[in-house]
Structure formats: C-alpha cells, structure tokens
C-alpha cells in the first residue's frame, strides 16, 4: 500500500455481486510486452510479503494461477520483473481475469469479472491525484517556516485537504458496509479526537489538553478496526495499528503498555489466528526493543502468553530456552530492588552493596581487557572525579579472575570507588544481574531501587540529572 501524507489509508469500493461463487481460485493474466517471463503471485502478513505462486506468461503475455481451494482473503500482488509490482483485492470472489501493459501497468489495469478490483484500481488513480495535492502543501509549509502569514494559510489549505481525504474515504466505507473492503478500510481511518474544553483558569492548559487527547486516543486507538477478523493478517493494516499504537501512541512506560496488552489481548482472543499474530508481534517488538525497562514487557509476554501454555504454537525447546532467558531478566527489572552483594575489595575488606548510604549508586561491571571498558572506565572516572558528586557512589566489580591485572589497572588509574572482587562468583552477580558482556551499567536510588540499566557510560550523568529534576 501507498503510504499518505496525513494518515495511512487505502480504497474502497461499490458492494460486489453476491452469486454462486465457484470453488478454489483462477486469476487470468495479460501483460502486453511481457512476453515468456515469469511473474508470480504474492501475499502480505504482517510487515512481510511471501510468494503465494508462480505464472508463466506465453508469448502472447497470458497466463493463469489457478487452486483448487481458496486463497485466504487479503491484499495480494500481482510481481513483475524488476521489483514493480501491483496489488488486487482477494476475497470471496477469486475467479476474474487482469490485463495491462508492462510498460504502464498501473494506469493501463483493468479487471474483468471482479467489480471490487476495478473499482479498486480506480482508487488508486484518484487517491494519488489527492496525494499529490497535498504533497505540494506540505513542500509549501516547508519552504514557508519563517512566514508565520504563509503558515497559516497552508495550516487551513492542509486541514481542508486532510478533510476532504477523510471525508471521500467516509463515503466509500459507507457505500461498502458489510463486505470485507468496508472492514478493512474502516480499520484504516484515523480516530478522530474530541475538542476537550478546558475551563478558565485551569492550571496548565495545554497539559490538561494533551493528557486528555493522550488517553482518548489511546482508549480508542482500535475502534475502528475488527480484531477478531482475521483477513486482516494478510493485510498491512494489522501490523501497522499494532506498530503505531505500541511505538507512537503509548507512552513507553511498561506498567503502561503492560495494561493496554492485557486490554488487547482480550479484545483478540476470540479469534485463534488473531491472537497468535498478535502475540507473536509483541513477543518480537519487546524482544528487539532497546528501549530502557521493555524487558519487562517482554517477562509479562513470556509469563502470560509463552510460558503458561497458551502459545502452542511454540516448541518445547523454545518455551525452556525462553524460560532461561526470563530467569535471567527476572531479578533486575526496572523498579526491583538490586539484590544484596557481598564480597571482597580492593582495599582487602569485605563491602556490601546496601552498606552504601547514597542518593545514587552506580554498579559498574567491567575487565581491564575489555575493549569498551578501556574506553568506559577513564570517562566514568572522570564523572566520579570532577568535580566530586557526594551523593553518588560507583560500586565495581571485575568479571575476571586475573587479580594481578585488576590491581594494577586499579593503582595505574587512581580508581577510588568501591572495587569489588568476587572470582568465584559466590555473590552470584552475573546471574541477579544478567552480566553477559562487559561493561555493564546499574543505577540504584538510595533504597537500593534499580531506576536505570545497560546504559553507557556517558548517559549516566544525564540520566541522573533527569533523575533528580522530575523527582524533587
């Protein structure tokens, strides 16, 4: 699908015919110019397009895919030579027949047998004339930034245009209820959100405003779109509201996304092929996340949905490879209190981690051979040094057991923090504290509370400055 200026929308289309429909399918191709080539037949699911068949055009440019059951309805392409392609609606109707011309087969397309697809096409010619338009706006706006005149009358032209989009989809959806093209684009509209008045003299305005159109939107991100239909896996539609709302609408919050996935999976439940799309897309999107405290996210995915049973779609060697990896992130989320460390220093005395009586706590998981932590330590040090923060303490602990080299590179760099040395792991560090490479970063509060993890170096002293401003 094309991707729009102000909002991810597709076409509608007039009510098709309900006759007898035949079984399978059988999709005729005529390509003028693309005499034997091979051209192939292909599906979305999710972000993702697959080959569904292969047509080997004659020499007159025809050829025909044929089944004898029917393809799951969706959004298909049509692929040619040279990575063009163009898109047909499948759904209960599938048998019809497409010609054009290679040389320019979206505007020479027509379909005979499949009024959805004609209308189709004729969408797409329209909408991209709409496109165009308010492209031309947009490139307007840009030039115009310091013209405050200008960019109020380009504000209005471009929320007159964003309407007149809408308001043609509006009349397609209406003119389609019922069939698989009015679910799907209903899906695709955009929610639109209240005006919420604000009374005089409430105290910031423009907060009250913004959390206010936050939660609307968010409470009815997906009203529009059928979560127990499942056509729309081959469609993008799905992956793209489940993307949008979890990357662009939701503050990024676990507690918060952790509740609006319970309120999703709910809605989703009641259809089995939905439910697994849907929880594979979470499971993938916290799992590749590198946002701070998503692995709690990702704990609640595996406790709720891959662990309890309910995934069989998994294999047992997958759930207990996943349970070894949750065990793992299990004790050092976001909000935990770090586990206690006992062991032995640099200075030849025991220290323990809750001895430490400061605001902030920095554990630092280092080698003196690491490659990273040779570049790490020297800007910690200097974090810790210059000028000397009193309410932060840097807890350290070598990975390695090579005490001759730990110290030396200790004496040779001054490191005056707390040096810890556990060999032998009795303490068990790498395990309450997911240490897998080195260097590795906690920031404690003065409870003892993990507020931050597995950030660099650099992004401590920010960190806690942004700590201390929003937590007076």
């Not at 005490?403 to 556990?422: P, Q, R, S, V």
Request: some cysteine; glycine content about 4%; proline content about 4%.
């Amino acid at each position: 699908m094309r991707k729009l200026i102000f909002f991810i929308l597709i076409s509608l289309v007039p009510v098709f015919s309900f006759g007898q429909l035949k079984n399978g399918y059988e999709i005729d191709i005529t390509i003028k110019g693309l005499q034997d080539s091979t051209v192939f037949l292909a599906y979305h699911l999710g972000d993702k397009q697959y080959i569904k068949d292969t047509i080997k055009l004659d020499r007159t440019g025809n050829g025909t895919v044929r089944g004898h059951e029917a393809l799951p309805q969706g959004i298909y392409m049509i692929v040619l030579p040279g990575r063009k392609y163009f898109e047909i609606l499948i759904s209960a109707n599938q048998h019809f027949a497409l010609n054009c011309s290679f040389s320019d087969y979206f505007n020479t397309l027509k379909f005979n047998g499949s009024e959805e697809n004609s209308a189709f096409v004729e969408y797409q010619r329209k909408w991209i004339v709409m496109q165009q338009r308010a492209s031309v706006i947009s490139k307007r706006i840009q030039n115009n930034k310091q013209n405050n005149d200008s960019l109020k009358i380009l504000g209005s032209l471009q929320k007159l245009q964003e309407e007149n989009m809408k308001s043609y989809l509006r009349s397609v959806i209406k003119a389609n209820n019922g069939n698989f093209l009015g679910t799907l684009v209903k899906g695709l509209l955009p929610i639109d959100i209240p005006e919420f008045p604000i009374p005089i003299g409430f105290a910031n305005p423009d907060s009250v405003r913004w959390v206010r159109n936050y939660n609307y939107n968010k409470d009815h991100f997906f009203d529009n779109i059928d979560l127990t239909d499942e056509r729309l896996i081959r469609t993008p539609l799905l992956y793209a509201k489940l993307d949008a709302f979890f990357t662009s609408a939701l503050i990024q919050s676990p507690d918060t996304i952790n509740k609006e996935i319970d309120k999703l999976i709910k809605k989703c439940s009641a259809n089995y092929k939905i439910f697994q799309f849907v929880s594979v897309y979470l499971f993938n999107h916290f799992r590749e996340s590198e946002i701070m405290g998503h692995d709690a996210v990702l704990v609640k995915l595996a406790d709720d949905i891959y662990l309890s049973g309910k995934a069989d779609w998994v294999t047992k060697e997958f759930k207990d490879d996943l349970r070894k990896q949750i065990d793992l992130l299990r004790p050092n989320l976001i909000g935990k209190k770090a586990e206690n460390m006992i062991m032995d220093s640099y200075k030849g005395i025991f220290v323990s981690l809750y001895d430490v009586e400061k605001d902030f706590t920095v554990l630092y998981f280092w080698e003196p051979d690491c490659g990273h932590c040779k570049e790490a330590t020297p800007k910690l040090k200097a974090y810790y040094d210059k000028p000397r923060d009193y309410s932060l303490e840097v807890f350290a602990v070598c990975t390695t057991s090579d005490k001759a080299k730990w110290t030396k590179y200790i004496e040779d760099n001054k490191l005056i923090w707390i040096n810890g040395w556990d060999p032998k792991r009795s303490s068990h560090f790498d395990y309450y504290y997911n240490v897998q490479s080195t260097p590795t970063v906690y920031i404690l509060d003065k409870n003892k509370k993990i507020i931050a993890k597995k950030l660099a170096v650099e992004e401590i002293g920010p960190f806690i400055d942004n700590y201390r401003k929003f937590n007076k």
